[in-house]
Structure formats: C-alpha cells, structure tokens
C-alpha cells in the first residue's frame, strides 16, 4: 500500500508539474531546437533506462524466493518510479513549442504506464498494453532511445 501512495504521489506531482507552467526564470530561457531536444529526450531515456535496468538486476540478485515475487515488487519498486521520474525529466526540458503537446502526450503515457505498473496484481499487464501508445508517442517525436521504456 505505501509503494502505491508513493507511486500516486510522483504521478500527481508530474500533473502538478505539467499543469502549473513554468517559472519565470524558464520563461526566461531559449527553447531548444528540435535536434538539441531530440539529443536531451534521448539521453534521458538511456540514462533512466540504465539506471531502471541496473535497479532491476541488483533486485534479482537477491533469494530464491525474493526472485519469486519479483515481477510484482520490480514493477512496484523499481519500474514505476522509474517511469515517473523519466516523465518529470523530460517534462522539465523546454521543448520546441511545436513539439510541446507531443511532449505532453509521451509524458502522460509513462505517467499512465507508472501508475499502471505501481497497482497490485494485474498492473504489468496493464502497462504491458500501454506500450504501443507509448512507442507512437516517442516516435512523432523522433525520439529513438525513448522508444523502449
């Protein structure tokens, strides 16, 4: 129950984060290019994918019986988290304005697919289906590295 409080709680602050705009001192800066965003989008997916892998192994190295309710407590512990933070990462770059909504789509996709995985029993079939939405998100944006949560 705590990690599903946990999960809920990054998701809303992603909402809140995406609903509330910027600050002014990002008013204040230069939108990327469209190729300065696609290289960041990029490197923030590797590099939470990375991470997210290297959380999972460290995981599966621990008793047999650990392994055995692995699928659920990786999704709750690792991959959830994981996601949402990867929206927020994303989120926070100042995309070019005609890739802003495409942005918004691709993040409340990994927000839904951070939700999906943090529930309790048939939450990684639920993400597991949310994984096409998600990858024709990340290609409208010609984002390669993101296309694979």
Request: glycine share 6%; aromatic share 4%; proline share 3%.
């Amino acid at each position: 129950m705590y990690r599903l409080i946990m999960a809920t709680g990054a998701v809303a602050a992603i909402c809140f984060v995406v609903g509330c705009g910027s600050s002014g001192e990002e008013a204040a800066s230069t939108p990327l290019t469209k190729a300065q965003f696609i290289k960041r989008a990029d490197e923030i997916c590797e590099t939470v994918r990375k991470q997210r892998f290297a959380a999972l192994a460290k995981l599966e190295r621990g008793s047999a019986t650990k392994v055995a309710a692995g699928a659920n407590e990786a999704a709750e512990e690792v991959v959830a988290p994981s996601l949402a933070h990867e929206a927020q990462e994303l989120i926070e770059l100042e995309a070019p304005s005609s890739e802003k909504a495409k942005l918004a789509n691709l993040t409340s996709k990994l927000a839904e697919m951070s939700e999906a995985f943090a529930r309790e029993g048939s939450g990684v079939q639920a993400a597991t289906a949310l994984l096409p939405r998600y990858e024709r998100e990340a290609a409208a944006l010609d984002l390669d590295k993101c296309m694979q949560p």
